[in-house]
């Protein structure tokens, strides 16, 4: 007689859970399956890996099936083996299908949208991550960002000093830029039109497009805010299946919505944060969300189009080509708003194909840029939309999605195409026609280098690329100290005690996470502030792991000099903050 | 006519019905004892979209090859699809005509019409079994039950063929048709066949879900020509 085999704790907790979780129409999209494989193409895992079956939409789906059709399905209990329903015993099992569930599936739901029968394959594999999830099983990278999301109220662990600095930073560019030294960005003003909340990427990686929408606001005198705090408009809970975290990051962004009486919650461009606050959160947080939500593409759209701003398309002469994020398009049926949106503000606009529900996903979608193990497959299937971006021609792909920009990014850089990637706010910001109040300049002595008496070390192991940083930062005053490898980095840095230290993370020598450790720990280095510059996202982990306090800075290559300066300045003025 | 092939026509095929009709209604309180998630979104997308619009859209997607990109890319399956599923609608429907109906099967055309219907259906049946086999994804996400069902189908249809001149002084055929409709009957409810059950429902619920958020209908925008 067989032994029977025990579960382990986490199957058991799993199971429970599964049976807690399902609904109708899972159980429907479970059952319904007729393994015809019409789904197989649809899925850029498969396209780039054709010869391996496990890719294959029905495959992962059948991973999950298998479980519900022996626990949960009576005709799967009775004949088991003939429908091929698999019970699940060990936390090894469960790894493997944390596998399938995080590591080959982006949840675009392109599969679903291919399916004669309708089975949406993205729902029930999201909440087999979150199955998984709850019992502890997830890739490193979404738990440290859900961790960070719970706790810290944002998933990049932004504190909110940081976030205030940054806006005030952003409005002393604004000052400048408009010529208006009353700017400021509005915090916690009550009873405006419209409450604005961003991505935590944007204060930490691109305040810019912070500065964009400030200045689109500005011009059209809206009367609008940002929170101080519950800022935060993405949800990791979407990407890891955490229902309940997704419900607990929404409703506090509601909370402060009605707390502040604003009128409108306009999301900035993030697409799975839109997704999530606008339309799965109400049912994870079950609450009836009592204002209207718009994502800012559309809010832009209906400036230009009321003449609230006049834009001049000819600033954007580039050919510039769009991305449908994922769940922009598939899952909330924005597809016409952005295009429209781009044909008023440039003048080159090429379509891709194929596009809106049918495009391909970015292949950093579902959260696959947290999950830094599974970078080698997201880059090879990556290159379908590497194919893609190159059949338009194009040399800016504008989309409207924080993730889509870093996968778009990264996929660009690994297959060298000649193409950058931009959001449709800064296309709307560079467009926009600025009626600019004269102001007759005050005689006076003139403006020293931005960046004069700072030493700043430059650590990369590219020479062309310690070349530029440190022409441009000679050029604007500095005294630049350069290092080729991580060994070199940590000695220079002890020997002339630089303002900032630009850290490239993929050096020979020491790692950078250990000299970067190092600096951190050692006394006389402690001052010193750190700006990453690297073109490896996947390696950010081996930065923002380390227990010792983050970098000062971080920006993704390919970058401009704009961007890098304005970094850099930001950095240094903390420093002045600081009371150095 | 024989007693065994009248019993087979008659009684055996009632009793058979009965038992899916049993199996199946077991089977939809089991689904409908699943709860049905509220929707407590406000709609997305295009004005011009709707839950009802969005569900219709979705349950006549199937007839709509032109709707999903898998029934573009793939027209030749498309219409496999649609020759194999006729077919089983033509069997499913002599199965009736033979024991209630019999004087329709005297105009020859009605017998040739489904003869020819089934018999091409037999042939997609025994494509799509070796595409099964051959495709290794096809391989990798089939079960027993999906080469059984296929295989029987083939065979049911093969007996359809045979079984459509209602010929009595040759009763294999009709016999063996029966036989097989009856044991499909019991069989169905546990097997991949039943996808027919389950496709309002799923449909229903897509449909639901993404006409809410604006994306059924779905929209694109195919290269000029």
């Not at chain 1, 991505?199 to 809206?222: C, M, Q, S």
């Amino acid at each position: 007689m067989s032994k029977r085999k025990e579960q382990s704790h986490r199957v058991k907790v799993v199971l429970q859970r599964l049976r807690e979780k399902m609904n109708r129409q899972m159980a429907g999209s479970l059952v319904a399956c007729v393994h015809c494989g019409m789904c197989t193409d649809s899925c850029h895992y498969v396209l780039a890996n054709p010869d391996d079956p496990t890719y294959a939409p029905a495959y992962k789906a059948d991973k999950i099936r298998k479980l519900f059709k022996r626990h949960l399905d009576w005709t799967g209990r009775v004949f088991p083996w003939w429908v091929k329903a698999e019970g699940i015993y060990s936390d090894e099992d469960l790894e493997e299908l944390k596998d399938t569930v995080f590591g080959k599936c982006t949840n675009c739901r392109r599969c679903s949208l291919n399916c004669p029968m309708g089975v949406d394959m993205a729902t029930f594999n999201r909440m087999a991550r979150g199955l998984l999830v709850s019992v502890g099983i997830m890739p490193e990278g979404v738990a440290v960002v859900s961790k960070d999301q719970w706790e810290i109220g944002n998933q990049m662990g932004v504190l909110k000093e940081d976030y205030l600095e940054t806006l005030e930073w952003m409005s002393e560019e604004l000052r400048d830029e408009l010529g208006d030294p009353q700017f400021t960005i509005p915090v916690d003003r009550t009873d405006c039109e419209i409450v604005y909340a961003i991505n935590p990427r944007e204060v930490k990686y691109d305040p810019r497009t912070i500065a964009d929408a400030a200045k689109i606001f500005y011009l059209t005198g809206e009367n609008w805010t940002m929170p101080s705090d519950c800022w935060d408009m993405t949800n990791f809970g979407l990407f890891s299946g955490d229902d309940e975290l997704g419900g607990a990051v929404a409703r506090r962004l509601y909370e402060k919505v009605i707390e502040l009486r604003g009128k409108k919650l306009v999301m900035s461009e993030c697409g799975h944060g839109y997704r999530s606050t606008r339309c799965e959160a109400p049912n994870w947080a079950q609450f009836d969300v009592p204002f209207e939500m718009e994502s800012s593409v559309i809010t832009m759209l209906r400036y230009i189009s009321e003449g609230r701003i006049r834009v001049d398309k000819t600033r954007n002469t580039e050919p510039v080509t769009f991305h449908d994020s994922c769940n922009n398009a598939r899952s909330c049926g924005m597809f016409e708003e952005p295009r429209e949106l781009l044909k008023l503000v440039v003048t080159d606009f090429r379509e891709m194909y194929p596009n809106r529900a049918e495009n391909f996903c970015c292949t950093g979608g579902g959260g696959a840029m947290s999950m830094s193990e599974y970078t080698p497959r997201r880059l090879k299937s990556a290159r379908i939309k590497a194919e893609q971006l190159r059949a338009t021609g194009a040399k800016i792909v504008a989309t409207s999605c924080h993730n889509c920009v870093d996968g778009l990014t990264d996929l660009i850089r690994h297959y060298e195409l000649d193409m950058e990637v931009t959001q449709l706010v800064n296309l709307v910001a560079n467009a926009v026609i600025v009626e600019k109040k004269v102001a007759v300049p005050a005689a006076g002595p003139p403006k020293p280098a931005p960046l004069a008496g700072k030493t700043i070390l430059v650590a990369d192991d590219e020479p062309d690329q310690v070349a530029w940083l440190s022409t441009l930062f000679a050029d604007h005053g500095a005294k630049v100290v350069e290092a080729c490898d991580g060994d070199q980095a940590l000695e220079l840095a002890r020997t002339h005690k630089p303002d900032l230290l630009t850290l490239d993370l993929a050096m020979p020598g020491k790692s950078a996470g250990e000299v970067f450790e190092l600096i951190r720990r050692e006394p006389q280095l402690a001052d010193l502030k750190v700006c990453v510059i690297s073109g490896r996202p996947e390696l950010r982990k081996t930065i923002y792991d380390r227990s010792v306090k983050p970098p000062e800075g971080y920006l993704d290559k390919p970058v401009t000099e704009e961007r890098v300066l304005r970094s850099v300045r930001k950095v240094l003025e903390l420093a002045h903050d600081d009371g150095k | 006519m024989s007693d065994l092939l009248h019993f087979a026509e008659h009684r055996l095929q009632e009793m058979a019905l009965a038992f899916m009709f049993l199996v199946y209604t077991v089977r939809i309180i089991w689904l409908l004892r699943f709860r049905a998630a509220r929707e407590r979104q406000a709609p997305t997308g295009a004005p011009d979209t709707s839950v009802s619009s969005a569900v219709l859209h979705s349950w006549a997607n199937i007839a709509m090859p032109w709707a999903m990109e898998s029934t573009r890319k793939k027209f030749f399956l498309y219409l496999q699809f649609v020759v194999f599923h006729l077919g089983v609608a033509a069997a499913i429907i002599l199965s009736f005509i033979i024991p209630y109906g019999p004087g329709l099967l005297e105009h020859r055309w009605v017998v040739r019409l489904i003869q020819g219907i089934t018999a091409a259906a037999c042939v997609v049946g025994v494509m799509r079994l070796a595409r099964r086999v051959a495709n290794p994804h096809m391989r990798a996400i089939s079960s027993p039950d999906d080469y059984f069902s296929l295989g029987l189908l083939v065979v049911w249809l093969f007996f359809a063929v045979l079984a459509a001149p209602n010929d009595t002084s040759r009763e294999g055929p009709l016999l063996a048709f029966f036989l097989l409709t009856a044991f499909f009957l019991v069989y169905v409810p546990f097997s991949k066949i039943s996808h027919y059950l389950y496709y309002p429902f799923t449909r229903y619920y897509l449909g639901k879900t993404l006409g809410h958020r604006g994306v059924y209908p779905v929209r694109r925008r195919p290269r000029a020509v």
